[in-house]
């Protein structure tokens, strides 16, 4: 992996730590939260690129938590539970789980399920439609039909972030707030900005549309 946020959230102490290790040992990034009421607001402000989520929480229920992230985030996510039961698991799935991890176990297990389901999340932005627009974050680049074009930090911020959810409309306030995590204080002409300079480089890529569109007095969404 290289450097994916891992969002743990997670009470026993013991065990999420356990899950801090083996994750950073993979090459992922961790953050850990204890009490379920703190989630929302902490996805306000960052973008996790995969959630491990316990079912029984402080604060609130897995799953309650769990439909409350889908309605504005497709991030993956796995439920860590002590409860197997199938009519369980089932409800689970309804609510946007994607993945189940029964406790108690191994973390070895954990870590190979997180990376298998990142493979795939990444895998299915990167084939968005027929056209394989590629992103690559260690070189900052989007490539696409043989062609590639290098990216600023925050282009490439704001193209992932779109590209997160296809034909979803962000507004501009949802894209400062992923785009610019360490609160730097921006305005929507910024992020206008950056946006047009971004669509003039994807051009390069020869796409047959532009993938970047600008829904009047919304925000802006990707779509290829
Ligand atoms: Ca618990």
Not at 6 to 21: G, M
Request: glycine share 6%; aromatic share 6%.
């Amino acid at each position: 992996m290289h450097g994916e946020l891992v969002l743990i959230v997670e009470d026993e102490d013991k065990i999420a730590a356990i899950l801090v290790e083996y994750l950073q040992a993979a090459g992922c990034r961790a953050h850990r939260l204890a009490n379920g009421m703190d989630v929302l607001l902490w996805l306000k402000v960052n973008t996790p690129d995969l959630i491990l989520l316990d079912r029984m929480l402080p604060g609130s229920d897995g799953l309650v938590l769990c439909r409350e992230i889908r309605q504005h985030s497709a991030v993956p996510i796995i439920m860590i539970t002590a409860r197997i039961e199938e009519a369980d698991r089932l409800a689970g799935f309804e609510q946007g789980v994607d993945d189940y991890i029964c406790k108690p176990f191994s973390p070895k297990e954990v870590v190979a399920r997180t990376t298998a389901l990142l493979r795939r999340a990444q895998g299915a932005i990167k084939s968005a439609g027929d056209i394989r627009l590629v992103l690559d974050r260690d070189s900052y680049r989007a490539m696409a039909n043989g062609h590639e074009v290098v990216l600023t930090a925050v282009e490439f911020e704001l193209l992932s972030a779109l590209m997160a959810s296809p034909g979803r409309i962000f507004s501009r306030d949802e894209i400062m707030d992923r785009v610019y995590r360490d609160f730097r204080v921006v305005n929507d002409r910024t992020i206008d900005s950056h946006i047009k300079k971004l669509r003039r480089k994807l051009v390069q890529l020869h796409l047959a549309e532009d993938p970047v569109r600008s829904m009047y007095g919304l925000g802006y969404k990707f779509e290829l």
